[in-house]
């Protein structure tokens, strides 16, 4: 442990930095994600505001410019004489534009709108609409073909998300997905070409949807050209017809952007009527954690609204994953300490009585099951209906041998732990993160295999009951989506309590005798065991649904847009369905989204966005993160620099006897901003809720200095870390001049 934990406060200085999300479980209800939809977290929709935003300033600022500049007679004369140079001269004229346009698209250079106001300036609607529209058709044109033939790889790897989003759109719907593109200004026009580039549209066909999707668009710009032309003073930009182009250029985004929506949405609903009238408002598939948010909002606010389940009420996360798993931990984690009695000045012991702790687990979650209770829904306004559900069309559930409509549906369905196909696995009974809660004896050998956030959890909470655990990891280390520290922290902390890790080496069959099983690891080596559970991680809970026979279903998963609306726009999914962040309170949170957009949207629509996104792993000491990691950061390339404050250091971890671990800070150079925190600590968990809101509202580690704590308590350690990146950032040159005017007021 001294080796993973015990290093010396440092402030590291490193180069990198990155975006992809937590994939991770905090509970042995959830699993390592393996992939996570950047469409919903991509910087591009958060920008996509921003960028109509300028572009309405701009055009304001462009027409502003041009009638203060038009009043002077320098001005006028130049608008003038430009005007009539081009009528004496518009073949070359209009050449001059051209080239100058397709150079500005072929380039993806910013500002190309600009020229298409010019164009409506200089030549008029008549020769500037067909102009502007032929020339940028030319320059997307070129800028398509370089992208497929000079510069693939880079497109690639700068855009990956978007290339896969567009490609996704062709594959849906052939050529009417680049027409709607085009039909809607928000999406970047450079972006389009570049990822088209990839794909294997002809080149006529991309020219011609082009050519007629930016149509309206260059019509509207060249006109607002033709207007602001007229302009001959700053009194101008008042008159009726300035402020209807003006209010042309602000509204047509949100026009464009709606007419595609509406008419794609119509397409695909297209094959199936929609009923007359509804049932519901909503219907809610799932009465898990996401289920169960979603038929609350939409309760709260008195919509009619049902809510179906075949299983249990509370989903994976209270009947066997988030509730029972820290039952278990609780018990786990009283009898380590009643082993080590002696450290605190105590006599005596604590054996465990497995068949007691498991009976506890069970009372554990029967008192918390009437706070996700049928009965509670009920009461709150919902339809708890029972049984298979089964999605018939984009407004209707069969159910219990019933037809229910719905305005919206929502699929809430979870997940469900993946069983690998390893050889002779079904011949030794594995138990999975559902099925293990059932044992009323204690295994005397348990095998675990996967070392993700389950795996762990479940490891040291059965060895330090008594099991001799062992825990075999196909990957290099164990959470391998955690920096090398955490892991090496991690298997400290398991073989701390009795655990055989072994990493880096798969099993590659399990075999069964008379009087035994055994697992066959890849490098040659045996493991006997009574008991295996497979944790190797979870996958969404898609069949069954009907949810085929829609073409719902995409690797494997729900595909969402950032509104959780699927390709059918009727119905959303919220939760671990989606295969995105499967944790708890992440599909709490994607509830609260799928509630607000299938009621109330367009009207009011939120988006999935799960800014500084908390994440726990409840081993002890608990590893906690939010942000990036150091890990993260090396393989995007953006600069950090890290922060380590060791817990060894930290008062009330010494007088708690619980000093192992650290609190790692990355922040931007130079900069209290902070990027990622992770905490390996006995209450992180805990501890993570300072830095999370720090970064939710923008607060960096000055503030968390500035900030009085308790003392002598855990959150001193966010300050203590905050005090050292303080320490290292310290201005030396003003340290020098201060020694010197203390030693000049000592006389």
Known sequence: MASALGEKP?????????????????????????????????????????????????????????ALGADTPQAAAWLLAS??????????????????????????????????????????????????????????????????????????????DFVARVNRGLARDGVGYLLAARLTPVIPFFAINLAIGLTRMRTPTFALVTLIGAMPIVVLYVLAGEQFATIAHPTDILSGRIVIVLFALAAAPFAF?????????????????????????????????????????????????????????????????????????????LAAEGHKAAELGLVGDLKPDFPAVMARLRSVVAKVAPHDSAERYRGLGADVISGQARVVDPWTVEVAGRRLTGRRIVIATGAEPVIPPIPGLSDVAPLTSETLWG???????????????IGCELAQAFARLGSATALVEGAERILAREDRDVSAAARALLEADGVKVVEGVAVSAFLKTEADFAAQIADGRQIAFD????????????????????????????????????????????????????????????????????????????????????????TDPEIARVGLSEQEAREKGIAFEATRYELSELDRAIADGADRGF?????????????????????????????????????????????????????????????????????????????????????
């Open 83 to 160: 005007r009539d140079w081009v009528a004496a001269h518009l073949l070359v004229a209009a050449l001059f534009f051209g080239l100058l346009y397709v150079a500005f698209a072929a380039l993806s250079l910013p500002g190309a709108w600009t020229l298409s106001v010019a164009g409506g300036a200089l030549f008029g609607p008549w020769l500037g609409v067909p102009l502007v529209s032929l020339s940028s058709t030319a320059g997307a044109t070129v800028a398509m073909l370089a992208a497929r033939y000079l510069f693939r790889s880079s497109v690639e790897r700068r855009f990956p």
């Open 257 to 333: 952007a709606g007419l595609g929506g509406w008419r794609e949405a119509r397409a695909r609903l297209k094959p199936w009527p929609g009923p007359r009238k509804f049932d519901y408002n909503l219907i809610v598939i799932g009465a898990g954690s996401a289920g169960l948010v979603t038929a609350y909002v939409a309760a709260a606010a008195r919509a009619r609204v049902a809510l179906i389940e075949r299983g249990e009420m509370g989903g994976d996360c209270l009947n066997t994953g988030c509730v029972p798993s820290k039952a278990l931990i609780r018990s786990a984690k």
């Open 439 to 453: 044992l009323t004896e204690q295994p005397a050998r348990l095998l675990i295999v996967g070392g993700g956030a």
């Open 531 to 618: 008991k295996v559970v497979v944790a190797v991680g979870r996958r969404p809970r898609t069949r069954g649904f009907g949810l085929e026979e829609l073409g719902l279903p995409e690797g494997g998963r729900l595909i969402v847009d950032n509104r959780l609306r699927t390709r059918l726009p009727t119905i959303f999914a919220a939760g671990d369905v989606t295969g995105q962040l499967q944790f708890t309170h992440a599909a709490a949170q994607y509830g609260v989204v799928a509630a607000m957009n299938a009621l109330l949207a367009p009207l009011k629509p939120a988006k999935s966005v799960l800014p500084a996104f908390p994440m726990a792993i409840y």
């Open 10 to 66: 440092a402030v590291i200085k490193n180069g990198m930095l990155s975006s992809a999300a937590l994939g991770r479980s905090n509970s042995v209800g959830k699993m390592e994600n393996r992939e996570i939809t950047a469409s919903r977290h991509s910087p591009r929709f958060q920008g996509r505001r921003a960028w109509l935003v300028a572009l309405i300033v701009m055009a304001v600022a462009f027409a502003a410019w041009f």
């Open 663 to 747: 609190v790692k800070v990355l922040t931007a150079p130079s900069k209290d901003r902070i990027l990622g925190v992770t905490i390996v600590s006995a209450r992180a968990g805990d501890m993570l809720g300072e830095f999370t809101l720090a970064m939710r509202h923008g607060l960096g580690l000055k503030a968390i200095l500035n900030t009085i704590h308790p003392y002598p308590g855990w959150g001193d350690a966010a300050k203590a870390t905050a005090g050292q990146w303080r320490r290292a950032h310290a201005p030396a040159r003003a340290l020098v001049w201060s020694a010197r005017l203390f030693d000049w007021l000592r006389g």
